[in-house]
């Protein structure tokens, strides 16, 4: 771990792009404070500890949990092996730390005290090989197993989850919980060979570990699939009608400094405008907003309210032309760019995507005549959004539209561009997107909503529910 950290501090940036490292690095910090708050607890330092916690934001079990559960979800969105992750090993040639029998047991059991059965057994199982292999025993061998079992047991493996309570009264044949699990266990046997008298004389294999569906699964795995760049539309006769060009508009900032338009999609139709912001503007931006940002909050269309939930991880702060020069500046170029009036449009939403940082599907827009915060009396819906990347993503951090089979790349500097209502003022489900984990590197973004009001004359309205 040491040369680990001497490693991180040469190439602080590259280090922390990685997922792995950059849990390791939480989880260090959490425990090496906790630490040393224990031991300089007494009350001559007490002063000194109020003062740091005050001026320094430091990583505590939040976050360490938050860590945990990002780790998780990059695994099930990229099907990323367990062994491959504990070995240190992602989609990259710099090797991280590997885990030890603990690290593995410690993320197997941030999942078990959610009850989530399908990941404690994915890492109790790792921490076990590992555990067989380690020289320095790292856990309790009866503490892993006794998690083991149960998760065994929740996923449909009785027979394996009994063998695990035997090996567990070898070591210790006074186990109290072993004892009472072995009862259960053996009732739950007896019922299934009832139904099946063979069930306990075949082969014990390998443990079932099925993935739980969840509220909407085939969503689920229509977004996932996406992010690995599955299941994307690539009609040939579609795809060779796309084309790029210059955009002008007869305006005279246009005329001077065309957009570089790139058709993306054709049903709904999407832009990509390359080189909408230039590095300094984004850095700017990047740095206005960055010691002020929150957690970010999503549109729960049953409550009609926005919250924070797990379904969007990233922070984000709004930037104002109030805020700098440049703010304004790019909100004419924005303007500009998709001909719509920005009057009455959102601020900047500038959003940090940090470790596993994804939202999931969603539309931007709410139904029509449903009034909230989103689509007001004032201002409307949200007819478009512009969606403008200020980073590169090493891997990780697409855009995905799950109804059409559309990806978007993130691209410094380039934005993308989309309608999320009809002319007829209904809700273009086509437009339903979602932001993928981030696999690798950090992302930075502007989310800009224009809504109906002002656009009366230049989207003049349609009855035709196709528009």
Not at 51 to 62: M, T, W
Not at 414 to 434: I, Q, T
Request: aromatic share 6%.
């Amino acid at each position: 771990m040491r040369s680990h950290m001497v490693a991180a501090s040469k190439e602080r940036d590259r280090h922390l792009n990685n997922p792995i490292n950059l849990y390791f690095l939480i989880k260090r910090i959490a425990a090496d404070w906790s630490t040393v708050k224990s031991l300089i607890n007494a009350t001559a330092a007490e002063d000194v500890i109020r003062k740091a916690n005050a001026s320094v934001l430091l990583p505590g079990d939040e976050d360490v949990e938050g860590a945990s559960v990002a780790l998780l979800r990059l695994q099930d969105t990229y099907q990323l092996n367990t062994t491959q992750i504990g070995s240190g090993l992602l989609k990259t040639v710099h090797k991280s730390p590997e885990f030890t029998a603990w690290d593995c047991y410690e993320l197997g059991r941030s999942a078990y005290d959610k009850d989530d059965h399908y990941h404690s057994l994915l890492w109790m199982e790792e921490a076990l090989r590992r555990w067989n292999k380690e020289e320095d025993k790292t856990i309790d061998r009866l503490l892993l197993l006794d998690h083991l079992r149960h998760s065994a047991l929740q996923q449909g493996n009785p027979r394996h989850s009994l063998s695990l309570i035997h090996e567990m009264l070898a070591i210790d044949p006074s186990h109290g919980q072993a004892l009472t699990a072995k009862v259960h266990v053996e009732s739950v046997l007896a019922e299934e060979q009832a139904m099946n008298a063979d069930s306990n004389a075949m082969p014990l294999g390998p443990m079932k570990n099925e993935r739980p569906a969840g509220n909407d699964s085939s969503e689920r795995d229509r977004y996932e699939a996406l992010c690995r760049g599955e299941g994307v539309m690539n009609d040939p006769a579609r795809v060779s009608k796309l084309k790029c060009y210059y955009l002008t508009r007869n305006n005279p900032r246009l005329l001077l400094s065309p957009a570089k338009v790139e058709e993306v999609f054709d049903r709904p139709r999407m832009l990509f405008f390359h080189d909408i912001l230039l590095e300094s503007e984004m850095e700017l931006m990047k740095k206005l907003s960055s010691s002020r940002l929150q957690r970010a909050a999503g549109y729960n269309r049953t409550a009609n309210v926005s919250m924070v939930t797990s379904r969007r991880t990233n922070k984000s702060e709004w930037l104002r032309d109030r805020d700098h020069q440049v703010i304004a500046k790019t909100n004419r170029r924005f303007q500009d760019y998709t001909g719509l009036d920005v009057a009455s449009a959102e601020p900047h939403k500038v959003c940090n995507y940090g470790l596993g940082g994804h939202f999931e599907p969603h539309v931007d827009s709410t139904p029509a005549g449903v009034i909230n915060s989103i689509n007001t009396v004032q201002r409307g819906n949200r007819i478009a959004t512009l969606l403008v990347y200020m980073s590169d993503v090493d891997a990780g951090g697409d855009t995905v539209f799950i109804n059409i089979g559309a990806r978007i790349v993130s691209k410094m500097g380039g934005a993308v561009f989309w309608y999320n209502l009809f002319r007829n003022g209904e809700s273009d489900e086509n437009s339903k997107h979602a932001g993928c984990p981030v696999l690798m590197g950090n992302k930075w973004a502007i989310n800009k909503h224009f809504h109906e009001r002002g656009q009366e004359f230049l989207l003049p309205c349609s009855l035709d529910p196709t528009e």
